[in-house]
């Protein structure tokens, strides 16, 4: 498997779910930061908003993945929400509470601020697998009806294969 480095600059935002220093993906355009010790990710407005468009660049996607899968190798804890109130949670950028929302599909509650949205472990990976699972499923039914498309002009052109043109049609 392919070792891959990324750029780490030193930031001053904090994890809002456990006040270590977050490890920040160094973009210009982007602030992605990395929780070492809870596996939680924050990514700013415009990293959200490209992510959700796809724009997002294959550096950031790149980290996100890389992030996600060393944040399912740490121990696991109580999780956050068992042990702490909603209000005690921070944005990384502003220090003002971050704002709960419960999304239903996948069922997570994110952490959020005009700033940005706060993951916590386990959650970004599941937005991405339904993503990806959403784009299967309209893969799926776009290769079906392409195939009920194709079916229907193989039988047309049986039909005009077998029946005689030079014969007029009779109405029945």
Same mark, same amino acid.
């Given at each position: 498997m392919m070792s891959v480095e990324f750029a780490l600059a030193p930031s001053t935002?904090?994890?809002? *779910?456990?006040?270590? #220093? #977050?490890?920040?993906l160094v973009s210009a355009d982007v602030f992605i930061g990395g929780c070492s010790s809870c596996g939680g990710l924050w990514?700013? *407005?415009?990293?959200?908003?490209?992510l959700l468009n796809g724009s997002l660049s294959i550096g950031s996607r790149a980290f996100i993945r890389h992030h996600v899968g060393t944040a399912s190798e740490l121990p696991r804890g109580i999780?956050?929400?068992q042990r702490s109130q909603p &209000?005690?949670?921070?944005?990384?950028?502003?220090?003002?509470?971050?704002?709960?929302? *419960? @999304?239903?599909?996948p069922?997570?509650? #994110?952490? @959020?601020?005009? &700033?940005?949205?706060?993951?916590?472990?386990?959650?970004?990976?599941?937005f991405l697998d339904l993503e990806a699972e959403r784009a299967f499923e309209a893969e799926k039914e776009i290769s079906r009806l392409e195939r009920k498309e194709d079916g229907k002009r193989l039988v047309l052109r049986i039909l005009e294969m077998i029946l005689p043109r030079d014969r007029p049609h009779r109405d029945w």
């Open positions: 935002a904090r994890c809002p *779910a456990c006040d270590t #220093l #977050l490890g920040q990514l700013d *407005a415009a990293a959200c908003q490209r999780p956050y929400r &209000h005690e949670r921070p944005c990384p950028i502003c220090r003002g509470p971050l704002e709960q929302r *419960a @999304v239903s599909e069922r997570v509650t #994110l952490d @959020v601020c005009e &700033h940005g949205t706060f993951f916590d472990t386990g959650e970004l990976t599941a």
